[in-house]
Nanobody, 121 residues
Framework: QVYLVESGGGLVQAGGSLRLSCAAS????????IGWFRHTPTAARDFVAS????????YYTESVKGRFTVSRDNAKNTAYLEMSGLEPEDAAVYFC??????????????WGQGTQVTVST
């Protein structure tokens, strides 16, 4: 079991950058694949990016490719989502999740509480 805590959200101007963190307050992050998702009032919780346990592969939804980078530091029990070139459409509550199994078919068993990202024009 792992408990996840996100941080790093906030208000940023369009074109700006933010780095979100996902820390494991209990448990070992290295045991899990990590995913990032976002939720808006008008949309379901959408996949943004994911990274394998040892960080050798990463995956992104098309709309963030080239702008967002997912990474992890297992020694610090923390994963990250670096976001640049932020657009108003990126505004959402961002969640990290942890899950086992193969990265192509992860069941996301554990979720953080979310962190708000607001993008101003």
């Amino acid at each position: 079991q792992v408990y996840l805590v996100e941080s790093g959200g906030g208000l940023v101007q369009a074109g700006g950058s933010l780095r979100l963190s996902c820390a494991a307050s209990q448990g070992t992050l290295a045991d899990y694949n990590i995913g990032w998702f976002r939720h808006t009032p008008t949309a379901a919780r959408d996949f943004v990016a994911s990274i394998t346990r040892i960080g050798d592969s990463a995956y992104y939804t098309e709309s963030v490719k080239g702008r967002f980078t997912v990474s992890r530091d297992n020694a610090k029990n923390t994963a990250y989502l670096e976001m640049s070139g932020l657009e108003p459409e990126d505004a959402a509550v961002y969640f990290c999740a942890a899950g086992g199994g193969r990265i192509a078919n992860v069941r996301w068993d554990y979720w953080g509480q979310g962190t708000q990202v607001t993008v101003s024009t």
